[in-house]
């Protein structure tokens, strides 16, 4: 069965420094989920294999985002579990799925074989992706900015874009990210001279394969029920009221 | 040659940026700062990093930029508290010296880094 649209796994482990992408991923899931989207979130321990496959069994997401660290061909979530490496049963999994691993060199082997298997798209890095921890996770800019920039690219889906739309909104906010840092307001930050360098590395690195016009979360247009008419009728009227005073 | 193409190319340049050094002559490095007030006294040293700078160039070789983009990369981490300020996704932590280690044995991590900070001046030179 092909996967459900408007259905997300989120993966979101906070052991190895990961708490530092993890506390970003929350946000925008916070900020940019729209009604009508089923989102499931795995943090901490219950980003773990077995939970893992269990949500992708049962939801059947379109959408699998997921941050943990990486190499050229495998990718593991909490605690540096292994959860995927190259010819295992496990990257077939990810058919017919739009799949952003957020980590390090992925891009390298184990990106292409997800697409390999049929995957609708792969969001990645191709060498090693850094991030700031000189401040406490999620608490600054300064630890927030290289994780806003990459998760941009689920912001858009979330609000229903298609991918390569999604893909064009994460290389601009790289670039609004780096501005800040070098020209905008946070170009005084004692720490601004790493930043800019951190999301320059970051956004030269970051690889998209798959198909671009797929829209996984198309956004609909609001159903009236009854429930909601006590609540429309007052600004009805209104608007009728105006229209009929305009047109005179 | 105008010394006010100078003086506009250095008022665009974040502030931070111009005290790293960025501008070869003789196998010197000069920051934009310095090379500025040189530019005004009108001296020949001046007059070389002027001819570079109108022409969006900082050094003449592939050497002469790692060579700079090191020395810049050791003035930003230099002045940074020896603590654990830079992470990355296949779990390795860095302090500032031990980042700029990798950056001077040259090893694939530091090589980004440098490679990166490359493409950055290349980008300072291009500022109007």
Redesign the interface.
Same mark, same amino acid.
Request: hydrophobic share 40%; charged share 25%; proline share 8%.
């Given at each position: 069965m092909p996967a459900l649209k408007n259905t997300f796994l989120f993966v979101e482990p906070l052991k190895h420094y990961l708490e530092y992408g993890s506390r970003v991923m929350q946000e925008i899931v916070r900020t940019y989920r729209q009604p009508g989207q089923i989102i499931t979130e795995l943090l901490g321990d219950e980003a773990n294999k077995e939970k893992i496959k269990q949500e992708l069994q049962r939801l059947n997401p379109i959408v699998f985002v997921a941050l943990g660290h990486g190499n050229v061909d495998v990718w593991s979530d909490e605690c540096t579990e292994v959860f995927m490496r190259v010819g295992d049963p496990e990257v077939e999994l990810m058919k017919d799925r739009v799949v952003h691993l957020n980590s390090c060199l992925t891009a390298q082997e184990l990106g292409p074989a997800i697409i390999d298997a049929g995957a609708i798209a792969y969001i990645g890095s191709k060498e090693e992706f850094w991030f700031f921890t000189g401040d406490a996770p999620g608490t600054t800019r300064a630890v927030r900015s290289p994780f806003l920039a990459e998760y941009q690219f689920d912001a858009s889906i979330l609000q229903g874009k298609s991918n390569s739309d999604a893909r064009q909104d994460q290389m601009r906010k790289y670039d609004e990210e780096i501005d800040y840092w070098t020209f905008g307001d946070g170009k005084d930050d004692p720490n601004s001279l790493e930043l800019s360098r951190i999301l320059g590395i970051n956004k030269s690195i970051s690889v998209f394969l798959g198909e671009g016009t797929v829209v996984p979360s198309p956004t609909r247009p609001m159903v009236v029920s009854a429930s909601m008419l006590p609540i429309l009728l007052p600004y009805l009227a209104l608007s009728w009221l105006i229209y009929r005073e305009l047109k005179h | 040659m105008t010394k006010e193409f100078v003086s506009n190319w250095i008022s665009k340049l @974040? !502030?931070? !940026?111009k005290d790293?050094p960025l501008l070869l002559v003789d196998s010197s490095a000069y920051t934009p700062r310095v090379a500025y007030n040189e530019v005004m006294r009108g001296s020949d040293l001046g007059n070389k990093l002027q001819a570079l700078i109108e022409s969006g160039r900082f050094g003449t070789t592939l050497s002469d930029e790692q060579t700079i983009a090191k020395l810049r990369l050791t003035e930003?981490m230099r002045t =940074?508290p020896e =603590? @654990?300020?830079?992470?990355?996704?296949?779990? =390795?932590?860095f302090t500032p010296s031990e980042l700029l280690k990798e950056i001077e044995e040259g090893t694939?991590?530091g090589n980004?880094?440098v490679n990166? !900070?490359i493409?950055?001046m290349k980008s300072l030179m291009q500022v109007r």
């Open positions: - | @974040p !502030e931070a !940026e790293l930003i =940074k =603590k @654990p300020l830079f992470a990355t996704l296949s779990g =390795k932590v694939s991590i980004q880094w990166n !900070e493409s950055h």
